[in-house]
């Protein structure tokens, strides 16, 4: 099972293909300011990555304070014993 799982995800990540998933409006924005020569471009990639990491550094968070937790019920039931 483990083996048809590694090589699923394995194809999945090589079978990416390049779209393109923004709003005409954006699109257009970006591509004249890159032939003016303006950095809009690149404060917009940093604005997609920060408002992409925030919801996994949540995720990470709760999962390290759940993890936390159940090991510290594990921990208490196991010295009461």
């Given at each position: 099972?483990?083996?048809k799982?590694?090589?699923?995800?394995?194809?999945l990540a090589?079978?990416?293909?390049?779209v393109s998933a923004q709003c005409s409006m954006c699109s257009a924005v970006v591509e004249s300011n890159l032939k003016t020569g303006s950095?809009?471009?690149e404060g917009l990639n940093a604005g997609i990555l920060?408002?992409?990491?925030?919801?996994?550094?949540?995720?990470?968070?709760m999962g390290i304070?759940?993890?936390?937790?159940l090991n510290q019920n594990t921990v208490e039931s196991e010295s009461e014993s």
């Open positions: 099972m483990m083996k799982l590694f090589f699923l995800t394995l194809v090589f079978a990416s293909v390049d950095e809009l471009a920060y408002l992409m990491g925030i919801p996994y550094a949540l995720l990470i968070g304070i759940l993890f936390r937790r």
